[in-house]
């Protein structure tokens, strides 16, 4: 199982969100995140994430919560996750295109859940709320629907 990175900059109630461009959840609205490089700690993996993703630098990152997330069918093992998840509470710069994302800024109150993995609409929610929270998500394939999933709220991160 890959240990993979979300950092979320909210920003005068917008949440920045990529549009990923490529690999697994190619098209879809994710935050800027990827895998743990050999000896870097989740915190570190997350911050370079946004750099290398946006150009920018997240400024105020918090770990807000955690989470396995996993595919029930046939998908390889390395699609599975181990995933921490990061909000930030301000960038230093201005957020660009890169070969893998596509910045769009979204109001918090008023996210296109339609156009994320179905697993964000049920954490996100508790993150952007300020709660801590520690999950496992089970899709049936890479189409994204939703087999099971378990969650504990207001854990020590």
Not at 12 to 37: A, S, T
Not at 85 to 109: K, L, M, S
Request: proline content about 6%.
């Amino acid at each position: 199982m890959n240990e993979s990175t979300l950092c979320h900059p909210i920003v005068d109630g917008e949440l920045l969100l990529i549009r990923k461009q490529r690999g697994l959840g190619e098209g879809n609205l994710v935050g800027p995140g990827g895998k743990l490089e050999a000896g870097e700690t989740p915190f570190e993996a997350a911050r370079r994430e946004v750099r290398e993703e946006l150009r920018v630098e997240p400024t105020g990152v918090e770990k807000c919560g955690e989470f396995g997330f996993h595919f029930r069918d046939d998908a390889p093992e390395e699609d599975s996750m181990y995933v921490h998840v990061f909000t930030a509470d301000g960038i230093e710069g201005n957020p660009e295109a890169t070969e893998e994302a596509i910045p769009e800024w979204h109001a918090v109150d008023d996210l296109p859940y339609d156009e994320m993995w179905v697993d964000d609409r049920i954490w996100m929610p508790h993150m952007l709320d300020g709660e801590t929270f520690t999950g496992t998500f089970v899709l049936t394939d890479e189409g994204g629907a939703m087999h099971s999933y378990e969650m504990e709220l207001g854990v020590d991160m």
